[in-house]
C-alpha cells in the first residue's frame, strides 16, 4: 500500500478514529520520518503557533522600536506593556492590526519551520557520524539546532522582513506582493535579506535553545519516571524550551527587528545597531519587549510541538502498519 492511499484512508476516517490513532500511537520523537513528511510536519506545527500567538508577536515588535521613536521624537514611550499594548493597537488601529503580517509569517514558517525541524533528525544523524557525538547528547541537539536554524532562515529571511516591516508599519503596504515589490524595487532583490545576519545569529540561537532544551527536559523527565510520555510532559518540555530560548534569543530579536524595521536606514549592519542601541538606550534595551517576547516565544512552543507530536505519533502509527 502506498504512503499516499494510507494518508489519505486515515484521514477519511472520522475525528474520534483519528483520535485512538493518535492517542494509542508509540512516542514519535524518535521515530524515523521520511524526510518530506517530516518537513511538511514541521510546517505545519510552525503555521498552529503562528496563527494562535501572532497578536503577542506583533505587541512585541512594536514595544521593540518604541523606544527608536520615542528618540527621534522626544515624547514618552508609547507602547508599555503587552497587554496594555495590545489594547491600544486594537483601540487605535483595530483588531486587524494584530494580525499584520500573518500572511508573510505563514509563509515565513512553511518554508522556516519545515527546515529547520524537518532537518533536525537528518542533522543530529550526520553529526553523531561526522564527530561521534551520540544523537542524543545536549552538544549535539544544540549544535544540529544552530546549524539547522541558521540554515533555514537564511533561505526564509525575506518572509520574516515583510512580516516586521507590516508589523511596524501597518499601513505601508496592501499585500504580501505588493511588499515584495517595493521592498526589492527601492534596496534591489538584496533589500529583502536586510539584516539577514543578525537574523541568522537570532534564530540559530532560539533554534538551537527550543529544540535543544526540549529534547534534554522531555528525556529526563521519561528516563527519571517524573511524566510518562503524553500531553502533559510535552506542555511541560514545551514551555521550558519556550522560556529558554527567550533567554538567550531576546537582545539579538531587538537588534533584527530594528535592522529589518528601518526604512528610515538609521542602522548600517548588525553591529551599528548594536553599538547605537546600547549607547542610546542603554544595556536593557536589549531585553524590551521580554514580556511580550516570553508570552509569544513560551505559547508558540507549546503549540507547535504539542502539533509536532501528534502529527508524528499520528504518522508513525500508520507508517508502522504498512
Known amino acids: 500500500v502506498s504512503t499516499q492511499s494510507t494518508w489519505g484512508h486515515s484521514f477519511s476516517k472520522s475525528p474520534v478514529s483519528l483520535f485512538r490513532i493518535v492517542k494509542m500511537a508509540p512516542t514519535g520523537s524518535d521515530v524515523k520520518l521520511p524526510l518530506p513528511l517530516s518537513m511538511i510536519i514541521g510546517g505545519i506545527s510552525g503555521s498552529v503557533g503562528e496563527i494562535l500567538t501572532i497578536p503577542l508577536d506583533t505587541a ?18 508609547k507602547y508599555v506593556g503587552t497587554f496594555t499594548t495590545l489594547k491600544l493597537l486594537l483601540n487605535e488601529e483595530g483588531i486587524i492590526t494584530w494580525y499584520r503580517g500573518l500572511s508573510a509569517g505563514l509563509l515565513r514558517q ?34 544540529s539546532g544552530l546549524l539547522t536554524g541558521a540554515f533555514g532562515i537564511l533561505i526564509a529571511s525575506p518572509t520574516d522582513r515583510i512580516k ?41 540561537i532560539i533554534n538551537a ?56 536606514k538609521l542602522y548600517n549592519g548588525t553591529l551599528d545597531c548594536v553599538l547605537k542601541t546600547l549607547r542610546n538606550e542603554g544595556p536593557l534595551a536589549f531585553y524590551k519587549g521580554f514580556l511580550a517576547q516570553s508570552y509569544r516565544i513560551v505559547s508558540w512552543n507549546i503549540a507547535m510541538f504539542m502539533t509536532r507530536e501528534q502529527l508524528r505519533n499520528a504518522a508513525a502509527a500508520r507508517l508502522g502498519k504498512h
Request: glycine fraction near 8%; proline fraction near 3%.
Open 60 to 77: 512585541k515588535v512594536r514595544q521593540q522600536v518604541d523606544g527608536e521613536k520615542a528618540l527621534q521624537t522626544g515624547a514618552p514611550r
Open 110 to 143: 512553511m518554508v522556516f519551520a519545515s527546515l529547520r525541524i524537518g532537518l533536525y533528525d537528518p542533522v543530529r544523524e550526520s553529526v553523531e557520524s561526522t564527530l561521534g557525538w551520540s544523537r542524543i547528547s545536549a552538544k549535539n541537539n544544540v549544535l
Open 164 to 204: 516586521v516591516v507590516f508589523q511596524k508599519n501597518p499601513d505601508a503596504y496592501s499585500s504580501l506582493r505588493h511588499a515584495i515589490r517595493d521592498i526589492a524595487g527601492k534596496d534591489g532583490v538584496q533589500g529583502l535579506w536586510r539584516g539577514v545576519g543578525a537574523n541568522m545569529l537570532r534564530n540559530a
Open 209 to 264: 535553545a527550543e529544540l535543544a532544551t526540549y529534547d534534554q527536559v522531555k528525556r529526563a523527565c521519561l528516563s527519571s519516571n517524573i511524566l510518562s510520555d503524553g500531553i502533559a510532559l510535552h506542555f511541560l518540555s514545551s514551555a521550558i524550551a519556550g522560556f529558554t530560548a527567550v533567554i538567550f534569543g531576546n537582545p539579538v530579536d531587538v537588534v533584527k527587528t530594528r535592522i529589518m524595521g528601518d526604512r528610515e
